[in-house]
C-alpha cells in the first residue's frame, strides 16, 4: 500500500488534475492521496494559499473581499469545470470563504490557521468531487476524522504520537481516501496549521501512520538532483540517496520540501520516492535508511545556501578555559538564538548563525554580552556568508575528498571562512562569501561528478 502527495503545480489546473488522476487510478496499490493547494500556473499566476492570505489582511483591515473571494473561488470551478461538478461545489466554497470571515475575531490564535488550511482543505474535496465523477471510489476525508491530532502551536504544529495509532484504523479503507494536507486538529479540535512545507509534513505522517510500503511524492521534477540547476545545466539526477543524505542536502539549500517535512517517514523506515506528475515514468529519486546493493556516488550533492553571518572569538588560552564552549552558548540561548555551525581553534572559535535571527538592535547587544562575559582579544562579525555543503554516505570511504575539495575550491580562488567535517564524515561543510557561492559549487560539482 502507498500514500501519495501531489504538490501546488501538480494540482493547479484541470489538465494536471487529469494526470493526477490517472497517476492514482493506475496503481491501485495508491489508496491513500494527499493534497496541497493549487499552486501557479504559469510564472505571473498566484498560488491559492498566496490569495487566502491576501483575503485574511483584507479581513483583518476591513477591506472589500468580495474580488479575493471571487478569484479564489474561480481557481477552483475553473477546474470543477472539466469535471462537470462546478455547480455542486461553487455554492459550498462560497459559503466556507464566508464563514471565515463571518467568524473572524482578532483575538483568536488559531485565526490566520484556519485561513491558510482552507486551500488544502476546499482542493481535497474538489478532487475527490472530480475522481468520483470519473467512477473512482474515493472521497474526501478531514484531518480530525483520520485521527490527525497535533500540539497547540499555531503555524507550527508538531504531531501527537497518539495520532499514529488513530490513523493506521484506516489502513484497509475500501474507498481512496482524499486528504488534505498542511494541517490537523489539537487535542481541543482547534484547526492548527503545520509550517511551511505543510503537506509534505502531512504526507509523511499519514505513511507512518498506515505503515505504508511506500511513501510517494510527486511534484513537478524529475527527482532530486545533484546540483541546484541555476548553477549547474543539466545536473544528475540523484537516484538513490539515504535519509541522511536529504537530511544533509535540504538544510544546505536544496529545496524539493522542508528539511523536517519527511521525518515522521524516516523514522518508521519506510521508503520515500521523489516523482514528477508530468514525467510520472521517470524513476526519480529513492530515498531509503540505507542502499546496499546499488551502485551510488560517494559524494551524491553539493548544496548551497545564502543568509548566514560568521562571529569570530579570539582568545589567548582559550583551550585551556574550562566551560566557555558551555558560556557562549549560554549568551546565544538568552536571545534564543541556535547556532548552524562551530568550529575551534586552541585560541578562536568560530560561530555561523543564521542573519535572520539578528535585528541590529539583537547583534549589538549580543556582541556586547561577548565582550563582557567572555572577554576576548579579538571579537568580529562577518556577514554575507554562503553554506556550501558536499554530501555523500560514501565520502568515509574515499582517502583525498577533503583535499580534492579544497584543491577544487583553492583553484577558483574562493576563500574559505570556515571548513566543518562531522564526525560521522557524511558531509563537509564550507562558509564563503555570497559572492562567491554561484563558483564554489560549479568549482565543487565538476570536480566530483564530471
Known sequence: ????????????????LKKVLAIVTGDSSRRFVVVSAPGKRNNKDKKVTDLLIQFYNAVVYKQETDEVVREIVTRYTEIAAE???????EKVFYTELQQLQENYDAADPYALDRFLATGENLNAQLVAACSQQNGVNTRYINPKELGIIVSDEPQNARILEQSYEKIYQWRNSDEILIIPGFFGYTVDGQL??????????TGSIVAAGLKAELYENFTDVDGIFSASPKYIH??????????????????AGFTVFH????MPAFKAHIPVIIKNTNNPECQGTLIKK???????????????????????IGKYLLNREVGIVRRILQILESFHIGFEHMPSGIDDISIILRERHLTREIETELMKQIEEKIQPDQLSIEHGLSVVALVGEGMRERPGIT????????????????????????????????EQERLAVRSLYYTFFD
Open 290 to 312: 540505507n542502499f546496499e546493493d546499488e551502485n551510488r556516488n560517494e559524494v551524491v550533492g553539493v548544496a548551497s545556501d545564502d543568509g548566514f553571518c560568521g562571529i569570530t
Open 83 to 89: 469535471f462537470h461538478v462546478a455547480k455542486q461545489l
Open 192 to 201: 492548527c496549521t503545520f509550517s511551511r512545507g505543510g503537506s509534505d509534513i
Open 234 to 251: 543539466d545536473p544528475e539526477l540523484i537516484e538513490y540517496a539515504t535519509y541522511r543524505e536529504i537530511r544533509e542536502l535540504t538544510y
Open 403 to 434: 583535499a580534492d575539495s579544497t584543491a577544487a575550491l583553492a583553484r577558483k580562488n574562493v576563500n574559505l571562512r570556515m571548513i566543518s567535517q562531522g564526525a560521522d564524515e557524511r558531509s563537509i561543510i564550507f562558509a564563503i562569501r555570497s
Open 259 to 262: 528539511d523536517e517535512a519527511l
Open 1 to 16: 500500500m502507498k500514500v501519495t502527495k501531489f504538490g501546488g503545480s501538480s494540482v493547479a489546473s484541470a489538465e494536471q
